[in-house]
């Protein structure tokens, strides 16, 4: 598995974190190519064709910057705005990242209890991260969980220990190398199993439906309690409504799950118990059968063909 680490950092040379993470990825993983945006493109003219290449030959990508004004430092964006481009990343033709992992590594300068409803930054920081989550689910890569960490500033005699701060970028390496070995050495049954707690959390606090129609085929047969829809276009239609009736932050929980191969492709089969409130009022409790077929691509990704959910 090839890993490309488009490293954003404006001032690299006096970074402690970023450039340690970055160093230390390199020293430890071979198969990661690092490529330093800032240096080689310090005019921001970014070569398109060089870049969307790297991103073509890589299995999984990482993102490495420093989390700046709540976002991301300009020759990122200006990256972004490039490179993902129309019918390459997205539009008609722009299947070129389907499939690929898509993993943002940040360095957070403020603590922890600031990002919150009472803290002074007001947001967690998965809201600040919710436009990159859309961009991969555009484009159709699988979108990690976010790697980062709080209290990544060192000011000499003010703020933080230069060896606080190495610790805590040691702890993201780490952190780095054991997602890129869950992704190469999951079995299938792991994977699946993984997926499905992931899917229903997301439900559980109604996603984009990007993000489900990412692993949905194209011509998908689905089949709910509302009735039976076709694809990305018929999935969309039924989520909306759903939207309409109940509340985020709802409960899906997983009884049971089977998993059986058939020829390429995998059986699975669920009992899933839903409790939601609903938005005219009261509680919506439902209990459920689901039957999938879902096909593992090359790269470990799950793409799902059937989808059939009974009431129980």
Not at 43 to 59: H, P, R, V
Not at 193 to 200: H, L, N, Q, R
């Given at each position: ?15 402690v974190a ?88 940040f360095t ?103 993000y489900f ?100």
């Amino acid at each position: 598995m090839k890993t490309v680490l488009i490293l954003a950092h404006p001032e690299l040379n006096n970074s402690v974190a970023n450039k340690r993470i970055a160093e230390q990825l390199k020293s430890k993983r071979e198969d990661i190519e690092v490529r330093d945006i800032m240096a080689l493109y310090p005019d921001y003219k970014i070569d398109i064709e060089t870049e969307q290449q790297a991103l073509i030959e890589a299995d999984t990508v990482i993102f490495q910057y420093p989390f700046w004004w709540y976002n991301m430092p300009g020759i990122l964006k200006q990256w972004f705005d490039y490179v993902f481009n129309f019918n390459f990343a997205f539009g008609p033709e722009g299947n070129k990242l389907k499939g690929k992992n898509f993993l943002l590594s940040f360095t957070v300068g403020g603590p922890n209890e600031s990002y919150s409803p009472l803290g002074y930054n007001h947001f967690r920081i998965e809201d600040f991260v919710k436009p990159m989550e859309q961009t991969a689910y555009l484009a159709q890569m699988n979108f990690l969980d976010p790697i980062y960490e709080h209290g990544m500033v060192f000011i000499p005699g003010v703020y933080n220990t230069k060896e606080g701060v190495e610790a805590k970028a040691d702890n993201v390496v780490e952190r780095i190398i054991e997602q890129l070995e869950r992704l190469e050495n999951q079995n299938p049954e792991e994977i699946i199993k993984t997926f499905a707690k992931e899917w229903f959390e997301h439900f559980d606090i109604l996603a984009e439906d990007g993000y489900f129609n990412s692993y949905i085929s194209n011509d998908a047969k689905l089949s709910f309690v509302e009735g039976d829809f076709i694809g990305h276009d018929g999935f969309s239609k039924w989520y909306s409504e759903i939207k309409k009736i109940i509340k985020p932050n709802n409960e899906h929980r997983i009884e049971s799950i089977s998993i059986s191969e058939n020829n390429d492709k995998y059986n699975v089969e669920l009992s899933v118990k839903l409790k939601a409130e609903k938005i005219e009022g009261g509680i919506l409790e439902l209990n459920v059968k689901e039957n999938w077929e879902i096909e593992l691509t090359s790269d470990n990704r799950v793409k799902i063909h059937e989808y059939i959910v009974k009431p129980v």
